[in-house]
């Protein structure tokens, strides 16, 4: 019997519901990954944004980090409120003292006790206790001083929300700037390589009739695989600029993003936009402003600490031999006075380490106020470069397209070698992607100045 040809019931042909009922489920396994693939939005630039104010992932972690700093601003309030705990204790012992002072607690003392015979071994005893016990700090000039630095700190976790929500921004504007700037290449050198096939058709013509050299038709060929090349690279690097924009909106990176928006140099921040002389006042600066600010607090702090301090305290306590009973009670109140006059150069040493990391801030924010004048500077400049490169672009384009018609025209007559056509071709088109450069760098320094400066 030949097994292949076996005429078994389970053969599919056999049975056509079970492959189409299989066909069906392998359908709708794939199907949402050819949804996902295939989803695309339309975007501007001002919805961009606004995706990533709301969903971008690095907002909300600066988010989550300002809420700690207020969580730990709110537990330095114990500085000035009271501190109040309930316990309930229960205890058994034969140990003669502790038996007679449970006695004196419970007032159940009585002539009897004072038999030294029971005094001495009184046999077990039970005490069961609730007391209410309460704190108040007064005067902790230290601590106060931290809660000074706390409160500082929390201000400057959220202005290092907005900073990096702005941060964000121009990181948007930076992926989205890409993402146009790219799909323009890919259309410029799109229209050069068919420009490059038709001359490398015409050179190819031309060389069958033995009025055109191999070499001339090799340089034709070699210009068109060349941008082919460039093409491709193009349209890698728009993929890239796709993902990481999806990325900084929180969204799934195999959606298709078609931008609306189109290189331009129309921005608020033009050439001779007037500059603070120092360092721009933005969210970044303040931040760590504050932060030099909270860390000389704590150096007051650490210097407080050798200082007395002066706290109260009062507790209410319910004594009895029964579980359940609450026979008698009793309280106490004070006040506490204390100073650490020495501790083992602990207070000096944290008094140190403080100033050290205090004088550590400041000359960080120094810097950093330097680094910011001077990128603000360098934005100033590139913004009025870019402005002049967009000028030139379009004097370079009108002169390169000239001679590239003209050149086109000679060579369809003979009278135009084929390398000098190229070269006017590849002027052309570096001309033309010299001018998305111009305009890509004109937003980018414009998005740069309103980072820097805040707006």
Same mark, same amino acid.
């Given at each position: 019997?030949?097994?292949?040809?076996?005429?078994?019931?389970?053969?599919?042909?056999?049975?056509?519901?079970?492959?189409?009922?299989?066909?069906?489920?392998?359908?709708?396994?794939?199907?949402?990954?050819?949804?996902?693939?295939?989803?695309?939005?339309?975007?501007?630039?001002?919805?961009?944004?606004?995706?990533?104010?709301?969903?971008?992932?690095?907002?909300?972690?600066?988010?989550?980090?300002?809420?700690?700093?207020?969580?730990?601003?709110?537990?330095?309030?114990?500085?000035?409120?009271?501190?109040?705990?309930?316990?309930?204790?229960?205890?058994?012992?034969?140990?003669?003292?502790?038996?007679?002072?449970?006695?004196?607690?419970?007032?159940?003392?009585?002539?009897?006790?004072?038999?030294?015979?029971?005094?001495?071994?009184?046999?077990?005893?039970?005490?069961?206790?609730?007391?209410?016990?309460?704190?108040?700090?007064?005067?902790?000039?230290?601590?106060?001083?931290?809660?000074?630095?706390?409160?500082?700190?929390?201000?400057?976790?959220?202005?290092?929300?907005?900073?990096?929500?702005?941060?964000?921004?121009?990181?948007?504007?930076?992926?989205?700037?890409?993402?146009?700037?790219?799909?323009?290449?890919?259309?410029?050198?799109?229209?050069?390589?068919?420009?490059?096939?038709?001359?490398?058709?015409?050179?190819?013509?031309?060389?069958?009739?033995?009025?055109?050299?191999?070499?001339?038709?090799?340089?034709?060929?070699?210009?068109?695989?060349?941008?082919?090349?460039?093409?491709?690279?193009?349209?890698?690097?728009?993929?890239?600029?796709?993902?990481?924009?999806?990325?900084?909106?929180?969204?799934?990176?195999?959606?298709?993003?078609?931008?609306?928006?189109?290189?331009?140099?129309?921005?608020?921040?033009?050439?001779?936009?007037?500059?603070?002389?120092?360092?721009?006042?933005?969210?970044?600066?303040?931040?760590?402003?504050?932060?030099?600010?909270?860390?000389?607090?704590?150096?007051?702090?650490?210097?407080?600490?050798?200082?007395?301090?002066?706290?109260?305290?009062?507790?209410?306590?319910?004594?009895?031999?029964?579980?359940?009973?609450?026979?008698?009670?009793?309280?106490?109140?004070?006040?506490?006075?204390?100073?650490?006059?020495? &501790?083992?150069?602990?207070? !000096? /040493?944290?008094?140190?380490? #403080?100033?050290? $990391? %205090?004088?550590?801030?400041?000359? *960080?924010? +120094?810097?950093?106020?330097?680094?910011?004048?001077?990128?603000?500077?360098?934005?100033?400049?590139?913004?009025?470069?870019?402005?002049?490169?967009?000028?030139? &672009?379009?004097?370079?384009? !009108? /002169?390169?397209?000239?001679? #590239?018609?003209? $050149? %086109?025209?000679?060579?369809?007559? *003979?009278? +135009?070698?084929?390398?000098?056509?190229?070269?006017?071709?590849?002027?052309?088109?570096?001309?033309?992607?010299?001018?998305?450069?111009?305009?890509?760098?004109?937003?980018?320094?414009?998005? !740069?100045?309103?980072?820097?400066?805040?707006?």
């Amino acid at each position: 019997m030949n097994y292949q040809e076996s005429t078994s019931p389970f053969t599919l042909h056999r049975w056509p519901g079970v492959t189409a009922l299989l066909l069906l489920i392998a359908a709708l396994l794939l199907m949402p990954k050819q949804l996902s693939a295939q989803q695309q939005l339309d975007l501007s630039l001002e919805q961009a944004l606004e995706l990533a104010a709301e969903s971008n992932r690095d907002i909300r972690m600066k988010q989550h980090e300002q809420q700690a700093a207020r969580a730990q601003f709110r537990q330095s309030n114990a500085v000035f409120l009271p501190s109040v705990s309930l316990e309930y204790q229960a205890l058994s012992t034969d140990d003669p003292l502790n038996v007679f002072g449970f006695k004196l607690k419970q007032q159940q003392v009585t002539a009897q006790d004072f038999d030294p015979t029971r005094l001495n071994d009184p046999g077990a005893y039970e005490n069961f206790s609730a007391r209410l016990m309460v704190q108040q700090p007064v005067f902790n000039p230290d601590m106060i001083q931290a809660r000074r630095a706390a409160r500082t700190q929390y201000e400057a976790a959220g202005y290092m929300v907005q900073g990096t929500a702005a941060m964000t921004a121009y990181r948007v504007k930076q992926a989205y700037f890409e993402l146009v700037l790219y799909r323009e290449v890919q259309q410029v050198l799109a229209e050069a390589v068919e420009t490059a096939k038709a001359y490398e058709t015409q050179a190819q013509n031309f060389f069958d009739e033995g009025m055109l050299s191999r070499e001339d038709l090799l340089a034709a060929r070699v210009h068109r695989l060349e941008l082919e090349n460039k093409l491709v690279k193009a349209a890698n690097d728009a993929d890239a600029a796709q993902e990481n924009l999806a990325l900084l909106l929180g969204m799934d990176s195999l959606t298709q993003i078609h931008t609306t928006d189109a290189l331009t140099d129309s921005s608020p921040m033009q050439p001779g936009t007037g500059l603070p002389e120092s360092a721009p006042d933005n969210a970044f600066v303040r931040s760590a402003s504050l932060q030099a600010d909270a860390a000389d607090q704590m150096v007051k702090s650490a210097a407080y600490s050798f200082l007395p301090r002066l706290n109260v305290f009062g507790s209410f306590e319910l004594n009895d031999n029964d579980p359940f009973g609450f026979g008698s009670s009793a309280y106490m109140i004070g006040a506490n006075l204390s100073w650490n006059l020495f &501790s083992g150069m602990q207070q !000096a /040493g944290r008094y140190a380490e #403080a100033s050290a $990391r %205090a004088r550590m801030a400041r000359t *960080g924010l +120094e810097q950093f106020q330097h680094e910011q004048h001077t990128q603000l500077r360098q934005a100033a400049r590139a913004l009025e470069h870019a402005r002049d490169r967009i000028a030139l &672009s379009e004097e370079a384009i !009108a /002169g390169a397209s000239e001679n #590239a018609r003209i $050149r %086109a025209n000679r060579y369809a007559e *003979g009278m +135009e070698r084929t390398t000098d056509l190229l070269v006017a071709q590849t002027r052309l088109s570096e001309s033309q992607l010299q001018q998305l450069e111009a305009y890509f760098q004109f937003n980018m320094s414009a998005a !740069a100045l309103e980072l820097l400066l805040g707006n």
